[in-house]
């Protein structure tokens, strides 16, 4: 009998791929998950976030490296779910972040989600192409690579 193929994670699967906790997990879910072609991750931005009590106090901001990380984090849950790793010691690491482009500013309220297109994986290196989005607008686009560092 063959297990139905992992679509979806919420954040209890999340928490069984990658390390990240409070305040620095970054990805409520991942949807729409197809292993090693692509998934879209979700965050629900809050105004109680830590971030936003100097970033910036009278005008919230989520900052930028933020809108990279999540999206980084939602590529690892991709790797994790393609390379059947749940539930091991996963860690990964960014090798680069080329073509970075913010459009948009992501706000107390907006639900972003991270668009990532493996573009190379399999291995220990993935690239990826990510797209943060807010509905139909674009906050901010990047190719991501990183190296895949399985612990156990």
């Given at each position: 009998m063959t297990a139905e193929p992992i679509t979806e994670a919420d954040?209890?699967?999340i928490q069984r791929i990658i390390p990240h906790r409070y305040?620095?997990?970054?990805?409520?879910?991942?949807?729409d998950i197809v292993p090693d072609k692509g998934c879209v991750g979700i965050k629900n931005v809050t105004f109680n976030e830590p971030h936003f009590t100097g970033h910036f106090p009278a005008k919230p901001i989520m900052p930028g490296v933020l809108v990279v990380e999540a999206m980084a984090q939602a590529a690892a849950v991709l790797v994790g779910i393609s390379m059947d790793v749940v539930g091991r010691d996963l860690l990964t690491y960014f090798l680069?972040?080329?073509?970075?482009?913010?459009?948009?500013?992501?706000?107390?309220?907006?639900?972003?989600?991270?668009h990532m297109t493996v573009k190379r994986g399999?291995?220990?290196?993935w690239k990826f192409?990510?797209?943060?989005?807010?509905?139909?607008?674009?906050?901010?686009?990047?190719?991501?690579?990183a190296m895949m560092d399985l612990r156990d």
């Open positions: 954040i209890h699967l305040p620095f997990l970054l990805i409520d879910k991942v949807v680069s972040i080329d073509s970075c482009r913010f459009r948009r500013m992501v706000v107390p309220g907006d639900v972003l989600e991270l399999g291995g220990k290196i192409d990510g797209r943060a989005m807010v509905g139909d607008q674009l906050a901010c686009e990047a190719e991501i690579a």
